[in-house]
């Protein structure tokens, strides 16, 4: 292409933490990098009602009741008494505020199963951090991206799907990184992963 520049951008080094395991969190050589956890629900509990409200008042129909609701309590055009035109806006209000709490705790408890799943090497999956090395076997859950570094198949490929990174559920084929057998043979590797 022509008048195409890619300007140089910093390189992005990645340490293995096999040799600094012994170390504190906050000395490892990785620790800048975010961790794994995977957090999809909204709201926190102290948060949960401001926030609510503040989504529920972006539907115009909650508004226009409001706006019904706040005419009755002027004398001239009120309808009938002021308290009942209230009753209808609070309970759809309050019905949606459950709705959407309930639904929120169940991606929160969601989040929770996934991020607590066992993975070898760690406890859980939210422990693993960049630069971790993390053995995978066939049909496992795979919440985080990860770099192929070695794979069963004599050509170096493997099937994955990443519906828990990008939503998409087709299989992608992916291959060890190149040169990567050249600089380092499988067995060093997997003797850590055991």
């Not at 972006?58 to 009938?80: D, E, K, Q, S, W």
């Not at 639904?103 to 090497?121: A, G, H, K, S, V």
Request: with cysteine.
């Amino acid at each position: 292409m022509t008048g195409f520049v890619v300007q140089d951008r910093p390189v992005r080094t990645v340490v293995s933490n096999l040799p600094f395991e012994d170390l504190k969190k906050r000395e490892q050589p990785n620790r800048r990098y975010e961790d794994n956890a995977i957090k999809t629900n909204k709201y926190r509990l102290w948060s949960f009602i401001p926030m609510n409200l503040f989504e529920q008042f972006h539907r115009m129909a909650n508004i226009y009741f409001v706006g019904l609701a706040i005419l009755n309590f002027v004398p001239v055009v009120n309808a009938f008494q002021p308290e009942v035109a209230l009753i209808p806006i609070c309970v759809i209000l309050a019905l949606t505020a459950v709705k959407d709490g309930w639904e929120d705790f169940r991606r929160y408890q969601t989040d929770q199963q996934l991020n607590n799943t066992p993975c070898f090497i760690f406890s859980r999956w939210k422990d693993v951090r960049v630069g971790d090395f993390v053995r995978v076997l066939s049909n496992e859950i795979i919440p985080a991206d990860i770099l192929l570094l070695h794979t069963s198949d004599p050509d170096g490929v493997c099937h994955m799907e990443t519906a828990n990174l990008d939503g998409e559920t087709s299989l992608k084929q992916r291959k060890v990184v190149p040169g990567f057998s050249a600089l380092v043979r499988a067995q060093s590797i997997t003797q850590y992963l055991r």
